[in-house]
């Protein structure tokens, strides 16, 4: 598939969005009494509200054959079972056979059972896990292990640690989980001042064991804990990894044994299933572990059997194309109404950014329309001191993705009430606004002057008829916290798919780490400049001279 634009429905639509601008999304729900009950979807623990959306009903019939069109049924159906959808590095998807059901015997790609890989690799968590919390690995000096520092980036970081800072409430007592990414040497400076080396075990991610950011980040630990009283023959009690690269993990000292593995078949940014969450497990426990596989697992089921215009992926991946491409929304923001979920929008921006921030359908033809999106937010009620000022009276169209949780694991007076309280209204004001009339009747009852009624009034008025979903849970659990993700990653599939995109390669990234290696080299040496542009020159030259 190319462009989408040549799509029956595509056009439809095109011509459809002058009816939706004429009416309003508030004026849907007064002519349609039943709106909730048709826009409402509920899935793997979470609730689906889409009712507040510039969508009527023939909108979404024209959205859900759009995906029809689109082959979406298809082109999931090769995901599942294997199919080498990466084109352009000949690889499988398969982030989904990490959290598949026990029930399923075999998925075999390329002459390999990936499900007994799987399992086999799911045991050698489950012992590693156990003999950290148990006390039975022990430290050079026979301590036990008391915190654990994860090293990786990208997805080898993120999704590991939203996760683990999600499931706080599930956190064992035993062991604390630390994360080191940035290559700024104030992140690893800050963290080891607070550790102790005798009581102090590294997880190593990076499927190379090359990673430049993760190299320099791992050596620096075991130049420290080598500086702080451990032997080279000691460290493998202090090292573990996650590599493909076996031969230089050893090399560094980590004992084969505890070195997992990591296939071609899973992206960074999905990887957060495999063993790359393996801090997520010596967190909470592989029990809690299982159950946020069970969870992204359950999301997959609804994702391969609803009916589309049921199914939670794909009405937030359509709608998210509707206001993209037919509205010219340029971002969307995620705001959850949870503490623990602050860090989620970060991880979906990853996800979404990366995997369709493109510009070439799979056969290399140029898109001609936008993809992907700008993926921003922050939690709530926080955003509302900020940001929010720009969703209600900005220039800018930002659908919104309300998260919450419908009770709290930290009760503290009406705290919860309140939060939702701001959850539901804020997502009520972007609907339904406030016109000049009422912001002329709102200061005339301040008792304001005619002179300052007609002054404030039009700096008061809001427009309204902004979109919005809200996603609600009863908890925030292991595996509610598994649905949610997933379905954010096969909703970025679902529009990735539409647009004609390869959601699961990432070239854009690499050009950056190709020229930063020469930049380190010419930073540190005295290569002449002259071929480079007179801005990157002076660059060098400010940080040489800052260096001497």
């Not at 601008?21 to 007064?30: L, R, V």
Request: proline content about 3%.
């Amino acid at each position: 598939m190319t462009s989408p634009t040549h799509l029956p429905s595509w056009k439809a639509l095109s011509e459809h969005r002058a009816e939706v601008d004429a009416t309003s999304i508030q004026q849907i729900f007064d002519t349609h009494s039943d709106r909730i009950t048709e826009c409402t979807v509920n899935a793997a623990g979470w609730t689906l509200d889409f009712s507040k959306n510039r969508a009527t009903s023939k909108t979404l019939s024209l959205l859900t054959q759009l995906a029809k069109e689109a082959d979406i049924e298809s082109l999931r159906n090769k995901m599942f079972q294997g199919d080498t959808i990466n084109s352009t590095e000949n690889r499988s998807v398969l982030h989904t056979a990490l959290r598949a059901s026990h029930a399923q015997e075999s998925l075999v790609v390329d002459n390999s059972n990936v499900l007994a890989e799987v399992r086999s690799t799911l045991k050698q968590m489950e012992k590693f896990v156990w003999q950290l919390q148990s006390g039975q690995w022990r430290g050079y000096s026979n301590k036990k292990i008391l915190d654990v520092v994860s090293i990786g980036i990208g997805g080898s970081y993120l999704g590991p640690k939203v996760v683990t800072e999600a499931l706080k409430p599930y956190a064992q007592d035993t062991i604390r989980v630390h994360y080191i990414a940035n290559i700024d040497g104030s992140d690893i400076s800050e963290k080891l001042k607070k550790l102790d080396p005798e009581t102090t075990l590294f997880i190593v991610s990076s499927k190379s064991f090359g990673t430049l950011e993760t190299l320099y980040n791992a050596n620096a630990s075991r130049e420290w804990f080598l500086r702080n009283g451990g032997q080279e023959n000691q460290i493998h009690k202090h090292f573990a990894a996650v590599s493909s690269n076996v031969k230089k993990a050893v090399e560094f000292g980590i004992a084969e044994e505890n070195i997992f593995p990591m296939w071609d078949w899973v992206g960074g940014r999905y990887s957060l299933w495999s063993a790359i969450g393996l801090p997520i497990a010596v967190s909470v426990g592989m029990e809690n572990f299982r159950a946020l596989l069970d969870g992204a697992h359950e999301m997959d089921t609804h994702f391969k059997t609803a009916p589309l215009e049921k199914n939670l992926p794909v009405i937030m991946g359509t709608l998210g194309i509707w206001y993209c491409n037919f509205y010219g929304a340029q971002s969307h923001v995620l705001i959850p109404y949870d503490h623990y979920l602050r860090g989620l929008p970060a991880h979906i921006q990853q996800l979404d950014m990366e995997s369709n921030g493109k510009a070439n359908h799979q056969d290399g033809s140029n898109t001609e329309i936008d993809t992907g999106p700008i993926i921003w937010g922050g939690s709530g009620t926080n955003g509302q001191h900020a940001y929010h000022q720009l969703l209600h009276q900005g220039t800018r169209l930002v659908p919104v993705d309300f998260i919450a949780p419908l009770t709290t694991h930290n009760p503290v007076n009406d705290h919860h009430l309140q939060l939702f309280a701001n959850c539901v209204s804020q997502s009520q004001a972007l609907m339904v606004g406030k016109t000049l009339t009422q912001a002329k009747d709102e200061l005339k009852n301040s008792g304001a002057t005619n002179e300052q009624i007609n002054k404030i009034a039009p700096h008061k008025v809001i427009k309204g008829n902004r979109p919005s979903n809200t996603l609600l849970t009863e908890k925030l659990t292991p595996f509610t916290v598994g649905s949610l993700i997933a379905l954010y990653e096969h909703k970025t599939f679902v529009q990735g798919a539409i647009w004609g995109i390869n959601s699961f390669d990432q070239w854009g990234v690499e050009l950056g780490k190709v020229l930063g290696t020469d930049i380190a080299q010419r930073l540190s040496s005295s290569t002449d400049n002259a071929e480079l542009d007179t801005s990157t020159q002076a660059l060098i030259e400010a940080f040489k001279k800052a260096q001497s």
